[in-house]
């Protein structure tokens, strides 16, 4: 069964930082994985995705992400944070056939001025 | 264009009761997906409707229901309310399954207090 593992509930970095948000799957066949960001009392708004192809995937607000299938590992990073990056941050992974996306706990992202 | 519209955006219930939440999705999108969002946690899928016909169900009772009508909005109604089922209900829309590379476009959700 796939599955979607966040690493950290909670991540704090200063405004002008680097941000990494730890992902990690479980697919027994090539995932098509996805980065997620809420803003409080809103839906979700996608960053990026994998799908195939390139392995770094660029998203908007300047984040990023790498798909290293040896690690099975899909980590978002941002090379310096801005204030309005704070936010709750989900990675997800379709089931293949489409039918269904599954979610990770979320990552909550504070970035201190 | 219009984002994926949901309403009502609160809804106050008592346990027992029964609830309707409606999703318009994006103009062009025939699938809708309905997730349940419980605090604190990431969203857990509930059901897939694709040309107005189930396609994909997840780990929820039969309280849960759904629907999608012949535009492509959909109902999602919920009987016999629990505490449990407060939570923010997300609706997504998309061109169709099994087209990855066409991302889903989530609504703001309906948020649900069961007092």
């Known amino acids: 069964a796939q599955s979607v593992t966040q690493l950290g509930s909670h991540v704090s970095v200063s405004e002008g930082a680097l941000v990494l948000l730890r992902c990690n799957y479980s697919?027994?066949?090539?995932?098509?994985l996805f980065w997620y960001v809420q803003y409080p009392n809103q839906g979700l708004q996608l960053l990026l995705k994998?799908?195939?192809?390139?392995?770094l995937v660029k998203g908007i607000n300047g984040f990023e992400a790498e798909f290293k299938k040896s690690e099975t590992s899909f980590h978002l990073t941002k090379p310096s944070a801005h204030m309005s990056d704070a936010a709750e941050y989900f990675c997800?992974?379709?089931?293949?056939?489409?039918?269904?996306?599954?979610f990770g706990a979320g990552t909550r992202l504070f970035v201190k001025a | 264009d219009a984002g994926v519209t949901q309403s009502p955006t609160h809804l106050i219930k008592t346990r027992g009761q029964q609830v309707t939440l409606r999703c318009s999705p994006i103009?062009?999108?025939?699938?809708v997906s309905w997730y349940q969002q419980v605090l604190g946690q990431g969203p857990q899928f509930i059901f897939q409707?694709?040309?107005?016909?189930?396609?994909g169900r997840g780990n929820f009772p039969d309280r849960f229901s759904a629907r999608q009508f012949p535009n492509y909005s959909s109902e999602l109604n919920v009987n016999a309310l629990l505490l449990g089922d407060s939570a923010l209900y997300l609706c997504?829309?998309?061109?169709?399954?099994?087209?990855?590379?066409?991302?889903?476009?989530f609504g703001d959700g309906t948020r649900l207090s069961i007092l």
């Open positions: 997504a829309s998309s061109l169709g399954p099994g087209q990855p590379n066409q991302p889903q476009h």
């Open positions: 697919s027994s066949v090539p995932p098509y």
């Open positions: 994998y799908t195939t192809g390139a392995t």
């Open positions: 997800a992974v379709i089931v293949t056939g489409g039918f269904k996306t599954i």
């Open positions: 103009s062009g999108h025939k699938s």
């Open positions: 409707y694709y040309e107005k016909e189930e396609r």
